[in-house]
């Protein structure tokens, strides 16, 4: 799993350090991005930014890692 999120979500659009990247703001530091809120985000993306929906891309089960991940990455 790290390999893709390296290839395609943190590497090209939210920086390798997830702080920010190329079209896409930082996953670090956001409260709001609860383990649901980024399942909802990354399974549908988002209207009017770059972020896709994954939901026919990725299985439900690799989304959730994702969404797992995102949060992991919030400040206490």
């Known amino acids: ?3 893709f999120i390296a ?3 943190a590497g ?10 190329e079209d896409a703001p930082a996953l670090r530091g956001r409260s709001h991005l609860t383990p649901l809120i980024a399942y909802i985000m990354i ?4 209207s009017g ?3 896709v929906a994954w939901k026919e ?8 890692r994702l ?5 992991s990455l919030q400040e206490p």
Not at 67 to 71: E, K
């Open 1 to 3: 799993m790290s390999a």
């Open 7 to 9: 290839r395609r979500c």
């Open 12 to 21: 090209k659009c939210h920086g390798l350090d997830a702080y920010a990247g």
């Open 43 to 46: 399974n549908y993306g988002r």
């Open 49 to 51: 930014t770059p972020m």
């Open 57 to 64: 891309r990725l299985p439900d089960e690799d989304i959730w």
């Open 67 to 71: 969404a797992a991940y995102v949060a």
